[in-house]
């Protein structure tokens, strides 16, 4: 449930708040009786130089350290200091070495017991809100100073805090750096629903916010208030983090792409066989050609793909029907650069088969090297923009741009593969399908080795899959005298269409109740 705060909510008040350090003679005043308050949908700034008070100002608003005299209180945070109500960013963000980008982020979330997958997908919504999502997989040691930034304010959100206090934020940074880092905090509040208080000694900064107020030799001066805009202020609801008053919360889902679980695995064999058999459908029964097919397939392809890359988050609806069309677009693309015009490849009694071309005759080999050129490719320049290989974390557009071209490429290789292995290898349909079932069992089976990225053997078996829904598609439309079952394009397409689309209501309503 969904809370709202109305704009004159008083989150934070602090009554004559003072904090003395040391004692007697030696005693230090960092801050003089403080008496100010903090309105949900404040935008704050507190000036003043180096050593007025304004950091222990701050952190007494944190509770992180305690008043000497006077009062802090938070009548709009029943639960100070715990469960995310306040995000602090203190000066220079301070990450765990050990730890990349996303477990940084998710780290106040999974020190509150929030379960590690929801943690880490909010971890990467607010790497994504603060546009970091492509340093996810990177460790602390290989960011810049303002990239640093941005992980730690993303961290900060991951409790969707209420109130977002940050201490010195632009500090030791250029202009365009600190301008953009102050673009990211007031947007993350406001998408938040939270109050911010930044400290400052950059008057550009603080001419940005719409209060200011100043701190000279431990005093706070305030300036006139400006009121915050009238109305209720949204608030998005702290991930899977207890509510005082029994109200369930809601779980962000970022994620745009699928789990890889057995059920993935299932529907990805179906939709590439289905590929497979509606490719040979338009191209071969209907006698399109491959040409024209491909074409035709193309365009499908691109308007699935445009569904995809609008969606919000991950819709089964929306992302098998672009596996379907890759798997279909490379069952005829592959054919079309292999095959030639001569009378094998044709059905009986067949002189053509549909307008313009009929194949490129390259043949399996090179065919296949060029596919697997270009594949590689691929990979080296999605390596080069830092975008994440594990489909789960990829959130941003660049990300799912790179991953559905390596998918369009590897598809159309493993067609050419499932086809070279049923046609010319001698070993058959249900030999070949078999191979391929070897060789997925063994990679099963390193999934437990250490040293053997699990990223690695993903795609491995992504690219062999295809060519296992090829052969399985031959095996169910060739003739019975070619070792096929004879069952037809349009019947085998039907039926498998069935099934995949049993599967994606089952993930749909599935992904539903988790986040009801």
Known sequence: MRRTTTADTLLLRCQGAARTYGNGPTAVAAVHGA??????GDRIAITGPSGSGKSTLLHLMAD??????????????????????????????????????????????????????????????????????DLAHKMPAELTGGQARHVAIARTLATS?????????????????????IDVLVAAADQEGAALVVTTRDP??????????????????????????????????????????????????????????????????????????????FAQTLRLGYFLTTIALFLMFVVTLLVQLRAKRYNPFFYWPVIVSTSMVGTT??????????????????????WGPQGLGLGYPAGAAILVSLLIAIFVAWKFTGQTFVIRDIVTFRGEALFWSAILVSNTLGTSMGDFLSDSSGLGYAGSALLITGVLLVLVALIRVPRVPNVVLFWIAFVLTRPLGATAGDFLTKPTAKGGLDLGTAGSSAVLLAVLFAFMAYGHFRDRASRS
């Open 161 to 181: 805090p209420r109130l977002i206090l940050a201490d010195e934020p632009t500090e030791d940074m250029d202009g365009v750096t600190g301008r953009r880092i």
């Open 333 to 354: 693309v592959s054919d079309f650069m292999n095959r030639d015009a001569s009378s094998k490849y044709l059905a009986k009694g067949a002189t053509t088969l549909g």
């Open 35 to 40: 008496t100010c308050q903090v309105h949900a």
């Open 204 to 281: 550009a900064v603080a001419e940005r916010l719409r209060k200011r107020w100043a701190m000279c030799e431990g005093r706070l001066h305030l300036a006139a208030r400006t009121p915050s805009p009238s109305g209720a202020v949204p608030r998005a609801p702290a991930l899977g983090l207890p509510e005082t008053d029994g109200a369930s919360t809601a779980q962000y889902v970022v994620r745009k792409l699928p789990e890889v679980t057995l059920v993935f695995w299932i529907m990805k064999i179906a939709a590439t066989t289905l590929g497979e058999t509606a490719g040979d459908l």
């Open 64 to 133: 992180l350290v305690r008043p000497t005299a006077g009062e802090v209180s938070w009548p709009g945070l029943p639960r100070v200091p715990a469960r995310g109500e306040i995000g602090v960013v203190l000066q220079g963000p301070v990450l765990v070495p050990t730890l990349n980008v996303a477990q940084n982020a998710a780290l106040p979330l999974v020190t509150a017991g929030v379960p590690g997958e929801r943690a880490h997908l909010r971890a990467l919504h607010c790497l994504a809100m603060v546009e970091a999502a």
